[in-house]
């Protein structure tokens, strides 16, 4: 067995091996490093002797590691001598619904909200998702250094904190799920919508977080935001591969061929509506409903405009933001046309609710190329090309611009 076998049983199960060693120890940060040994050790024994069952194989090893690390910490000689008598102190037959309670309580833990956003999301990735530090690095355009740093400052964050190992009690519960559902969206975004580099999408970083959403929907299946969040994701990612061209240049929605949409993922991510909005839709549902309409046209004229400007309506209720405003504009110019829209776009220039993005002069310069406005067209286009960090979006925005003339 080779590197890319221990790196797929590690991917599978690094969850519930990192949630069981914390419940065995106690301690978040040595479970982690313990279970970072064992994976290493793979890498070098597995060449020579593959075993029968990996899984339980870096469980077993992860948790030696674990105890020689206890031994090693003379303040907890004590506690050792009460976990290391006997190896066999955690039974190899562990109660499935325990496991799922850990992997969950794993979750939380590694988005607690003591931690910033930058360790929430490598730990989150590092901890739960399975993936290297050069990994998630790749995946943020960071050096591999930046991404240790984080995940060490996260871990010692949560000891210092005194951060338990449980599910949160159930009067918190809802408001810290809403950490861990946008830790994940976090991710799918940077996937589906890289803020920098010379990528559009990166899948995979979106499809690692589609797998953490369906894990979470699996631990969680009553959580109506919980299956919103999936169904947003995936159907999203059904866009992808009409997203770009051969040579990775974005391909816009009204370009798009919808033929090449995943009708997978469409099927997968409506059903997971369904799951939500038996029990009521929250933002994540309501963008979820907004991908399904367009998900349902069979271009971007026979949409159905009205109801995604009454669904942004009711997202800018229950999760009022900038970024929703304009969007909400946006599919208003649609439905009505983009004098309307144009307004409300400028009245979020005035208030100065975006400040710095590109996102505001890329829509304005839109709506203005529509009205025939074109001198004052191509300069929003040209300020929003000097705003953006992605490559792949300035181009665009830049040919755009030097096609108003």
Avoid at 130 to 154: D, K, M
Avoid at 327 to 333: E, F
Avoid at 335 to 355: F, I, N
Wanted: hydrophobic share 45%.
């Amino acid at each position: 067995m080779g590197a890319a076998d221990v790196e797929a049983v590690w991917r599978i199960e690094s969850a519930r091996i990192v949630a069981a060693l914390t419940r065995f120890t106690g301690d978040f940060g040595l479970a982690e490093d313990a279970a970072q040994e064992a994976v290493a050790e793979a890498l070098v024994s597995w060449a020579v002797t593959p075993p029968a069952d990996p899984a339980g194989w870096l469980m077993t090893t992860a948790r030696r590691r674990a105890i020689d690390a206890i031994r090693r910490r003379a303040a907890l000689k004590d506690r050792y001598a009460l976990m290391a008598a006997d190896e066999e102190a955690v039974p190899e037959d562990v109660d499935p619904d325990r496991i799922d309670d850990d992997v969950l309580a794993l979750m939380f833990v590694s988005c607690h909200p003591v931690l910033s956003r930058e360790s929430r999301v490598a730990l989150t990735l590092r901890v739960v998702g399975g993936l290297t530090s050069e990994e998630i690095a790749r995946a943020f355009l960071v050096s591999v250094p930046t991404v240790q740093a984080r995940i060490t400052r996260g871990k010692k964050t949560i000891a210092a904190a005194g951060v338990p190992f449980e599910l949160p009690p159930a009067a918190e519960r809802r408001e810290r799920l809403g950490g861990v559902l946008s830790v994940l969206y976090v991710i799918f975004t940077e996937g589906s919508t890289a803020t920098s580099g010379d990528r559009l999408v990166r899948p995979d970083v979106a499809y690692e977080a589609i797998r953490l959403a369906r894990t979470l929907a699996a631990l969680l299946p009553d959580e109506p935001e919980v299956h919103g969040l999936l169904a947003l994701c995936e159907l999203t990612a059904a866009r992808f591969p009409a997203r770009t061209g051969p040579d990775g240049e974005p391909i816009l929605l009204e370009d798009q061929d919808r033929r090449r949409w995943d009708v997978s993922a469409i099927r997968r991510g409506l059903d997971a509506l369904a799951s939500a909005s038996a029990r009521g839709l929250g933002p994540y549902g309501l963008q979820a409903a907004i991908a399904a309409t367009h998900a349902a046209a069979a271009s971007v004229e026979e949409t159905d405009w009205d109801r995604i400007v009454v669904l942004y309506e009711a997202l800018g209720r229950v999760a009022p933001s900038p970024v929703v405003e304009l969007n909400r504009a946006v599919a208003v110019a649609m439905a009505s046309g983009p004098e309307r829209a144009l307004a409300m776009v400028d009245e979020l220039v005035a208030t100065d609710r975006l400040p710095g993005s590109h996102l505001i002069p890329t829509v304005r310069g839109e709506l203005l190329a529509r009205l025939g406005r074109h001198p004052e067209a191509r300069a929003e286009l040209e300020l929003a090309a000097r705003l953006c960090t992605n490559q792949r979006e300035r181009s665009v925005l830049l040919r755009k611009a030097a096609a108003l003339g």
